[in-house]
């Protein structure tokens, strides 16, 4: 067998040289998949002497283009340049900038960006004379493109809404969305894919041109290809029948984008005579580590079955450490990273500390600011970066003093307040003739000549700037947050966003408000000048190298495809991770889903893996007590190394404490609280000694969240009732304890969940 094939063991090597028909690569996490694909392209043209310009390989992020561009340069001798190596959107754009004029469109069209696709559809809804408020971008986007991604034109999705009133409508919108977009002679990122399909479907030529091109076809984790994905690879194949798919049904993590897993389960019926290899042996992780992977995966009903080994040895017992908080936990584990690295065992960037939402980032990057310990955050920004903070941080810096020309012009116009820019620049001369801050020349707009009718607006702003002021002096910073999101109409503007982003956003909100109500628990007398001073010390981020040795934080959906000697997973709790949608959709899917999740993650790990969790964490201000993921439960306990955090450090759990004799307490199984739900405290000091949680966080939050119980309810039994995290619900009880009412409501997506009136605020509706 070839030299290049050597570093390959004898499956491997039978996948790789396996170049004529289709093949499919179904094999778990580190068995050398990508390592494969690389080899077999590199054996293609240096074994089988096949022209580069014949091969295509298609991977899902430009990052993994690059890097298999990269590997396959440094196998190949000469001739890698010409192998079509690209995304699938990347593809499309190359095919259809050549031949889309077939399709009517000029050669020289234009992407459209999420902003644009959203005013598209605003004019779509007033043209069609339909309320915006019950037809909003965001959804409607969401609704196109899931009709784009399965194939289904404006004609097909109207004869398909058979009569149903708001089907009709979103089948007009998306008629006249799609027209505006051709007459613009513009695309948006869907029918990138769908035009290509069609380009190839109806015109024969083309077709054949491409196939004759394209001999040797491979595509790197087949299993997040969604349908459209899966016809445009289906008709490039079509003539050689030479397709190598590789993927891990285990993996599939993109189910909400579309990615359709019957097309990895179903290869072999699709594309008949197909050979499958199964790679069983791992070449990253320890057998511990594989151990654990293997062992929560087996949860889930719908998988083909496979067994990873590996011949690393045991390895170190994975750990998992149960921290009383939150903030103990982002601690405890940058400390743990950073005396390996001191000991001489690790560099930082062997390390990695993955969670379930961006917003987790936070703590562990103050940790790492505070002490100095260099990390990079993939796949999202800095948090203090992320506009919704920067936006509320300019408000609560204006709110402080206005002095802040940036801040007062960056939020100005957020939400939109109809103050343009010419008035701005009126603003901005009369300031600096006078000698005055911005704010200060904005409080005497009606002086200012020329400024006519825009004076209301800007005084408008001026006020609610006052009143927020006001309240500054009565509230805390987490209570001033919230405020300043309902009364400027910021939350409103952010539920007009597509689903995911406002999601994404809100939780940054919830995030920053958790760091506030923590500062205002542990400084008594703070004022809002204190907190925005310790806010600039720990979003100092400006230091930041990043080429240099640095620790790696990012979420689990973005480590797929990497590996890293040391792993951390945190944040393993009921209702964060697994997360409450997926808990409370009653698809038993999505329960799955977030199970491969965690696959994903475990399997990142090549030596050393520890699970976290806190037993009390800040969500929205309110302190809420989760039990431990049941992915933690899944996990091989005997070989499992728990520790407890208690006062004043941890400890090894005894031999008798199996998780069996735990899981009342532990998994929330026997307690009042059902599995998932969660329990929100305004009397701290109350639910920690209940649930004996003695610890001096606890006490500290208690005094910070002890809220007076109210007079009485504006609401009882049956009524309807909104909260500002989980929406709207239905109360099914409410229970008159000593220092507060407790609270029963069935949230519409949130589920079920119990709390105190007098920290809640829930509203009648
Ligand atoms: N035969 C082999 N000999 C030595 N090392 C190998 C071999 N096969 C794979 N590896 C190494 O094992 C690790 C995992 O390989 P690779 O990333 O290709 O796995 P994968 O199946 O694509 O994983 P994932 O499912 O996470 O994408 C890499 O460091 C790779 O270099
Ligand atoms: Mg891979």
């Known amino acids: 067998m070839s030299d290049i094939l050597q570093s390959l063991n004898p499956v491997q090597k039978e996948a790789a040289s396996c170049t004529e028909g289709p093949l499919l690569i179904l094999a778990g996490a580190g068995s050398g998949k990508t390592r494969v694909l690389t080899h077999r392209i590199a054996y293609l043209i240096e074994e089988k002497g096949v022209n580069p310009w014949n091969i295509m390989a298609i991977t899902f992020t430009n990052k993994a283009a690059q890097e298999m561009r990269d590997r396959v340069d440094r196998l190949v001798e000469f001739g890698a340049e010409s192998i079509w190596v690209a995304t699938f959107h990347s593809s499309c754009v190359r095919i259809l900038r050549r031949y889309i004029d077939r399709l009517g469109y000029d050669n020289h069209f234009t992407i459209y960006d999420t902003d644009d696709q959203k005013s598209v559809i605003r ?286 012009t960056r939020i100005v116009n957020v939400p939109k307040r109809g103050i343009g820019q010419v008035t701005l620049n009126k603003l901005a001369v009369y300031a600096s003739e006078h000698g005055m801050r911005l704010f200060q020349a904005m409080e005497q707009a009606e002086q200012i000549p020329g400024i006519g009718k825009a004076a209301d607006k800007i005084k408008g702003f001026v006020n609610q700037i006052m009143v927020f002021r006001a309240l500054a002096k009565e509230l805390d910073a987490a209570e001033l947050i919230e405020s300043i999101l309902e009364q400027t109409g910021y939350l409103e503007e952010l539920e007009k966003l597509e689903e995911d982003k406002a999601q994404a956003k809100q939780e940054n909100l919830d995030e920053f408000q958790n760091k506030a109500a923590d500062y205002y628990a542990n400084h008594d007398e703070a004022a809002l000048t204190d907190f925005l001073e310790e806010v600039a010390l720990v979003a100092d981020i400006d230091n930041m190298d990043s080429e240099a040795d640095s620790l790696t934080l990012m979420t689990l959906h973005s480590a797929k495809g990497l590996e890293f000697p040391v792993v951390y997973m945190t944040g393993m709790e009921e209702g964060l991770f697994p997360s409450y949608m997926s808990m409370n959709s009653g698809d038993p899917g999505d329960i799955e889903e977030e199970r491969r999740l965690c696959y994903v993650g475990i ?163």
Not at 673 to 697: E, H, I, L, P, R
């Open 123 to 408: 004019k779509a809804v007033k043209e069609l004379d339909l309320d915006p408020k019950q037809y909003r971008e965001g959804p409607l986007l969401g609704v196109i493109s899931a009709a784009k991604n399965e194939m289904i034109e404006p004609q097909d999705f109207e004869t398909q809404a058979g009569g149903d009133f708001r089907i009709c409508q979103e089948a007009k919108i998306y008629k006249a969305y799609q027209k505006t977009l051709i007459d613009n002679n513009a695309v948006d990122f869907d029918d990138l894919l769908l035009l290509t399909v069609r380009l190839l479907r109806e015109n024969r030529d083309i077709l054949e041109a491409y196939q004759e091109r394209l001999r040797y076809i491979m595509v790197d984790e087949y299993q997040d290809t969604n349908s459209v994905q899966f016809e445009l690879i289906r008709l490039l194949s079509g003539k050689y029948h030479n397709l190598c798919v590789v993927g891990d049904d285990d993996q599939s993590i993109y189910k909400f984008r579309g990615a359709d897993i019957t097309n990895i389960l179903s290869f072999e019926e699709t594309f008949p005579g197909a050979k499958v290899v199964k790679l069983e042996q791992n070449y990253r992780s320890t057998n511990n580590i594989l151990e654990a992977a293997n062992s929560v995966i087996a949860n889930n009903a719908h998988r083909k079955e496979k067994h990873l080994w590996s011949e690393n040895g045991e390895g170190k017992e994975v750990s998992f450490i149960h921290y009383e908080t939150a903030y103990g936990e982002a601690e405890d584990v940058i400390d743990k990273i950073q005396t390996s690295v001191h000991m001489g065992k690790y560099q930082y960037q062997d390390c990695a500390i993955l969670y379930r939402t961006n917003a987790q980032s936070r703590a562990f990057e103050e940790k790492c600011i505070k002490k100095s310990v260099p990390y990079r955050l993939v796949g999202g920004v800095n948090f203090y970066q992320r506009q919704e903070i920067k936006d509320i941080l300019a408000y609560l810096k204006t709110i402080d003093s206005g002095r802040d020309d940036l801040s007062v």
């Open 603 to 765: 399997t990142r790990a090549m030596q050393q893996l520890t699970l976290t969790a806190a037993k009390q964490r800040m969500v929205h201000g309110n302190i809420q007590y989760s039990a431990i993921s049941r992915f933690v439960k899944e996990l091989p306990q005997e070989k499992l190394d728990w520790k407890e955090e208690t006062f004043g450090g941890l400890f090894k759990k005894g031999p008798s404490m199996t998780a069996n004799s735990l899981s009342g307490s532990l998994f929330g199984g026997s307690s009042s609280m059902s599995s998932g739900s969660s329990f929100s405290a305004s009397q701290g000091s109350q639910t920690a000694k209940k649930t004996n949680y003695d610890n001096v966080f606890d006490l500290k939050y208690a005094k910070a969240f002890s809220s007076p119980k109210p007079d009485s309810l504006d609401y009882k039994e049956g009524d309807r009732v909104s909260h500002i995290k989980f929406g709207k619900g239905t109360v099914l009880a409410v229970e008159d304890m000593k220092k507060d009412y407790q609270v029963t409501v069935e949230f519409d997506t949130a589920g079920v969940k119990k709390l105190f009136a007098g920290f809640a605020k829930l509203k009648k509706i």
